[in-house]
């Protein structure tokens, strides 16, 4: 059987007959079969718990030089523990380049309105179990408010979520 394939026992409390020769099924419950792992839940991304950041003093929510700036977090996950499922949701006023170990995984199209829309970008293909780097290059086209924020997400082969 191809491992995208599942069987299922239907455990049947009642059977009701519609019109029609269908068969209804009133208070059914669905069981995995014995030996078949549920599927992992999808990792779902938020900026819950993140903040907008920018360095170098002043308001930069209210105004900020044109300018680009460099942000970096070295991060590495316990021993043995491999990343199984990882996400990165991001978005800068006003554009942003981002890398994950030196590989670039994603940047903006170049237009001063896209830090309206975040971006979400698969990162696990790119972490390794030990030592690990997010390097972002966040860039202000224009004197105004300026910002990055950014959340990453990893689940670990121990099942435990970290949030960078």
Not at 14 to 23: C, E, I, M, V
């Amino acid at each position: 059987m191809a491992k995208s394939q599942w069987k299922f026992r239907l455990a049947l409390t009642a059977l009701l007959t519609a019109s029609a020769g269908a068969l209804v099924v009133a208070a059914a419950s669905i069981k995995p079969a014995v030996g078949i792992a549920a599927p992992k839940a999808p990792l779902v991304m938020s900026f819950r718990g993140a903040q907008w950041i920018w360095g170098g003093g002043g308001n930069p929510a209210k105004t900020a030089p044109g300018e680009t700036r460099y942000f970096r977090r070295d991060f590495e996950f316990e021993a043995g523990a491999k990343p199984t499922q990882a996400k990165l949701l991001i978005t800068a006023d006003n554009q942003f380049v981002v890398y994950v170990n030196g590989t670039l995984v994603g940047q903006t199209k170049g237009h001063d309105e896209d830090w309206k829309t975040p971006l979400e970008f698969n990162i696990q293909p790119h972490l390794t179990i030990e030592k690990n780097s997010l390097a972002i290059l966040a860039k202000n086209s224009r004197p105004g408010p300026a910002g990055l924020i950014v959340m990453a997400s990893v689940i670990l082969s121990n099942g435990k979520r970290i949030d960078l």
